[in-house]
Each structure stands twice: as structure tokens, then as C-alpha cells.
């Protein structure tokens, strides 16, 4: 396994072939689909070095990209061309994850609460195991 993601890391450096952002975020598992990439990159929501960009950019080694997915905030820099889609613990051999720890801790935070829907521990309605408690209390 690891003699194959060499070979596809070495193929894909030394290969001439334009690689686009679209392709590129798909294949390292960023995004589902490319439809969902090329949206996101169409909306702003992808910029290289600050600056938005399109579809069809070429993407080569040494590339940065701040990338908002609704999940999480990315920034990212491109360590190897990858051509097509492979499991993830091949795919995060091809970029450096430079995110910034403050974003992770902040979204790692609110997700429960936002996300889950569910209320925070002992807060809201009391049970009904509570409210026997209560009544025995007063």
C-alpha cells in the first residue's frame, strides 16, 4: 500500500498534465462530488492566496487555498497532484492541512449544540423522574 501512494505521489509529480481545482479539491476528498467543488469555487468560498479563482485554474505544488465548506474552515497547501479519487488516508498525502488551531477548537465547540440539535445537559423541561423529586421535596 505504501509502494502505491509513492507511485501515484511520483507519477503525479513528474506528470505535465494541467490539473484543475475542481478536480484537485475533489480528488483529496474535500468535497463529495466536483459538482459540489466547482459551486463552492464559483461562490467565492475557495480563493488561492487570498484571491477568488475559477474552475479552471491549474493547481501545482506549493499552491495555497483557504476553502470554507459548511463543516469546517480548510486552508490548505498542495504537496502532490492527484489525478483521481483515492481513499482518504492516501489523499491527505498530497496537502498540508494549515488550518489554524483556533478555527478547529471553535468549531469543535459549537458543533454539539448547533449541529445535533440536541439541548444541553440539564437545562429545559425537567423529567418526569425530576419532577417526582421535586414533589417529594416540597
Known amino acids: 500500500m505504501r509502494a502505491r501512494i509513492l507511485i501515484l505521489h511520483l507519477c503525479s509529480s513528474m506528470s505535465n498534465d494541467k490539473l484543475r481545482v475542481d478536480k484537485y479539491l475533489w480528488a483529496i476528498r474535500i468535497f463529495k462530488t466536483r459538482t459540489q467543488a466547482a459551486d463552492a469555487i464559483a461562490a467565492g468560498k475557495v480563493k488561492s492566496n487570498g484571491l477568488d479563482i475559477k474552475s479552471s485554474k491549474p493547481v501545482s505544488i506549493g499552491d495555497r487555498f483557504e476553502i ?8 490548505i497547501e498542495v504537496t502532490g497532484l492527484l489525478h483521481q479519487r483515492v481513499q482518504y488516508s492516501e489523499a491527505i498525502n498530497f496537502y498540508i492541512d494549515l488550518t489554524p488551531e483556533e478555527d478547529l477548537v471553535k468549531k469543535a465547540d459549537s458543533a454539539f449544540i448547533e449541529y445535533t440539535g440536541k439541548r444541553q445537559s440539564k437545562q429545559g ?10 414533589d417529594g421535596f416540597m
Open 68 to 75: 470554507k465548506t459548511e463543516a469546517r474552515k480548510w486552508v
Open 125 to 134: 423541561r425537567p423529567t418526569k423522574k425530576n419532577r417526582r423529586d421535586m
